[in-house]
């Protein structure tokens, strides 16, 4: 079975950074694509970043672009996500995902396991 675990989200101020961490129990992670989900209360779920399993494929949400940087170290097993200038509307309950094989998708429904999700709130 494989666990992902996030840790990293926090309360920060508008503008603000945090920097999100999942750690995958997985022993052959760096052969698996990733991603990073976010939802907010009362919304959908909502694609943010996602990874090929080498690190040299990388997709943002428009929402994201310019202010998120996703990146893995497959030697830790761990993959982060690094939020910069963030805004209250980036808040929202985070989640990694695992796909289970190379290719990176946007979509949800292609990812085969989540983390428990860790909490970002952004004030104004």
């Known amino acids: 079975q494989v666990q992902l675990v996030e840790s990293g989200g926090g309360l920060v101020q508008a503008g603000g950074s945090l920097r999100l961490s999942c750690a995958v129990s997985?022993?052959?992670?760096?052969?698996?694509?990733m991603g990073w989900f976010r939802q907010a209360p009362g919304k959908e779920r909502e694609f943010v970043a996602a990874i090929s399993w080498s690190g040299s494929y990388r997709y943002y949400g428009d929402s994201v672009k310019g202010r998120f940087t996703i990146s893995r170290d497959n030697s830790k097993n761990t993959m982060y996500l690094q939020m910069n200038s963030l805004k209250p509307e980036d808040t929202a309950l985070y989640y990694c995902a695992l796909r289970g094989d190379s290719l990176a998708y946007t979509e949800g429904s292609r990812y085969d396991y989540w983390g428990q999700g860790t909490q970002v709130t952004v004030s104004s």
């Open positions: 997985r022993r052959t992670f760096s052969r698996y694509a």
